[in-house]
């Protein structure tokens, strides 16, 4: 595997060529799954069972990114998937990872997110923890 200037040739056959995603588009992304999430909560809430929305949470992120091509609804949106660095799609372990990684990125002012900035592989603190790129579909 080799690494240039924000994109990484994943050996395969034949090559692949990820390019990583910038904070903009993630933000994007988050957004519309913020929008199914609120839909979710507002149901469970209905339903008197409004503690369940972190876990709700937890099983619509996880579920999407290890199940789904590593890409929730506002991922596919806007035509961006998770991964492993290798280029692999991630399991259920890594997915849990990267979520525990959310709560502690948004904790410290939200500075793990804001990290993509600045970060060569474009990646937050959650990405980090749990070994995740951001890429183009």
Known sequence: MEEQAG???????????????GFWRRVAAYLID???????DIFLNVLHLGALGVIAGLVY????WSQQNGQTPGDQALKIRI???D??????MT????YIGYI???????????WVIWDKKKQGWHDKMAG?????V
């Open 7 to 21: 994109v990484i040739q994943v050996q395969s056959n034949p090559p692949v060529s990820l390019q990583y995603v």
């Open 34 to 40: 913020a929008v199914v999430i609120f839909v979710i």
């Open 61 to 64: 992120f996880v579920y999407f």
């Open 83 to 85: 991964v492993r660095e």
């Open 87 to 92: 280029g692999k799609q991630i399991d259920i």
């Open 95 to 98: 997915g849990v990872i990267r």
């Open 104 to 114: 502690v990125s948004a904790f410290v002012i939200f500075l793990g997110f804001l």
């Open 132 to 136: 995740t790129v951001v890429v183009r």
